[in-house]
């Protein structure tokens, strides 16, 4: 089984109420079993939600108490965004899952680059919480864009 994120297959689980849907990755995925997760409503958070950023780290900070989750009005919810990831790494552990195809740039699910806090559309490199999660417990997380054109981006850059 393949933990893919919801937004990914149409579900409207997106900060803005819609979806990231992905028709050649559902295709390509057709013939698999896929648990469709969103680690933001799993954390607690509504959709629509306003947008979220990690600010002063990635991932792996936040998770360490060292950095943070802010959204665009100033309200702090770092610990809706461990929840989540915590939850998804259950679930993830219960159905034996080794590989996510995560959505990209997410504050939770982004692979290798996530937005850099300052809510002006630019990335950084780093993970999202959930990402950062996920690979400490050896599961290996790959971005829908990645999976899609064939690479291995288990590892961060």
């Known amino acids: 089984m393949i933990l893919v994120s919801a937004c990914l297959f149409g579900k409207n689980c997106k900060y803005n109420g819609g979806n990231n849907l992905n028709s050649l990755l559902t295709q390509l995925l ?26 002063e780290g990635e991932g792996k900070d936040v998770l360490a108490g060292r950095s943070w989750v802010i959204n665009k009005d100033g309200e702090d919810i770092t610990n809706n965004f461990i929840k989540g990831a915590k939850l ?18 997410s504050p939770s699910c982004g692979v290798n680059r ?15 919480v959930t990402t950062a999660l996920l690979r400490d417990n050896n599961i290996s997380v790959i971005s829908d864009e990645d999976f899609i054109k064939g690479e291995n981006t288990n590892e961060s850059n």
Request: charged residues 25%; aromatic residues 4%.
């Open 30 to 55: 057709k013939e698999e079993k896929v648990l469709l997760l969103c680690p933001e409503q799993l954390g607690g958070l509504p959709t629509p939600r306003t947008p979220a950023e990690i600010q």
């Open 88 to 105: 998804t790494l259950a679930k993830a552990k219960i159905e034996n899952i080794n590989l996510a195809i995560l959505k990209s740039n």
């Open 114 to 128: 996530i937005y850099d806090g300052s809510f002006s559309a630019q990335l950084k490199k780093g993970d999202g």
